[in-house]
């Protein structure tokens, strides 16, 4: 498809629209990005977030109390925790999950580099047309990442049904993560994390 190729997000946009009654009514799985990008053998788990707290905000960076669904195994004592941001959690994330897509793209819209969640939020996915899920995916697949945020554990706990983590940043990336952090926390979304214990 030429018009992917083009880099012009208004153009794929409209791509985007026109396949959706197609994906939407597709009972054919699509291709599942999310396990290219993280595989569970690499230590990724998909885990949802039941807490979150800010205890303190300075310059040398931000402290904060995150609450997560137990991971399936029992860990040892966590000091590291990897967190990929996703996009919001709103009608066309969910829409991303069910195609099996990661929804951890950036895109060039209105000037700005943006969440594809936050671009495809003001396009009109109800209109007519077909397009193959697979191009869909695959032109998914080329775009960037957003940045992992990686935070050191100072004091890690588990109980019957939860993990809590008292984190701090340790750079830029990880203080822009946190604030992505703090508007999704209170929506109990689930993400991607990677767990580093002190065996690791």
């Not at 009972?27 to 807490?51: D, E, K, M, N």
């Amino acid at each position: 498809m030429p018009l992917l190729e083009a880099g012009s997000l208004k153009k794929a946009l409209g791509i985007l629209a026109e396949c959706w009654p197609s994906l939407r009514n597709n009972s054919s799985p699509a291709p599942c990005q999310q396990q290219v990008l993280f595989p569970p053998a690499a230590g990724w788990q998909h885990l949802r977030i039941l807490g979150y707290r800010c205890l303190a905000e300075h310059s040398a960076g931000y402290e904060f109390m995150l609450k997560l669904e137990r991971p399936s195994a029992d860990l040892a004592l966590t000091v590291h925790l990897e967190l990929q941001p996703q996009n919001s959690y709103s009608q066309v994330a969910l829409w991303l999950t069910r195609l099996g897509l990661s929804g951890c793209q950036i895109v060039q819209f209105a000037r700005q580099r943006v969440p594809l969640c936050q671009a495809l939020s003001c396009v009109d996915l109800t209109q007519a047309c077909q397009i193959p899920a697979k191009t869909l995916n695959d032109w998914l697949a080329r775009q960037p990442m957003l940045m992992a945020g990686h935070f050191k554990v100072l004091e890690s706990w588990q109980t019957d049904n939860s993990l809590h983590l008292h984190c701090v940043t340790t750079d830029c990336m990880s203080r822009a993560c946190y604030h992505w952090l703090q508007q999704q926390a209170i929506r109990y979304q689930l993400v991607y994390v990677r767990l580093r214990t002190n065996r690791d």
